[in-house]
């Protein structure tokens, strides 16, 4: 069985294939859209992120990233392709 995260006092939780320090995730069925918020100026693997949102509902039409230093990333799919754009 493989090691999904590695743990820090210091640092926190790190995932390591999500590629950040998730602290909040959350996500609205009704609206297809979904969020992620990490620690410091982490941003998140896109092709991870999209991974982990569209296991949660294949419907996923959109997710927000953000970290502390504000919104990051924004993920949106048209046409059953995914687009990012910077916060």
Not at 9 to 24: E, M, T
Not at 49 to 74: A, H, K, M
Request: aromatic content about 10%; charged content about 30%.
């Amino acid at each position: 069985m493989s090691q999904d995260h590695t743990e820090s006092a210091q640092d926190g939780y790190f995932s390591l294939k999500l590629g950040c320090r998730p602290v909040f995730l959350d996500y609205d069925f009704s609206g297809k859209s979904g969020s992620l918020r990490m620690k410091g100026s982490d941003c998140a693997d896109m092709e991870a992120i999209i991974y982990l949102f569209e296991r949660l509902d294949p419907d996923c039409q959109r997710i927000d990233t953000s970290n502390d230093d504000g919104p990051d990333t924004v993920y949106t799919r048209k046409n059953r392709q995914w687009r990012a754009t910077h916060g």
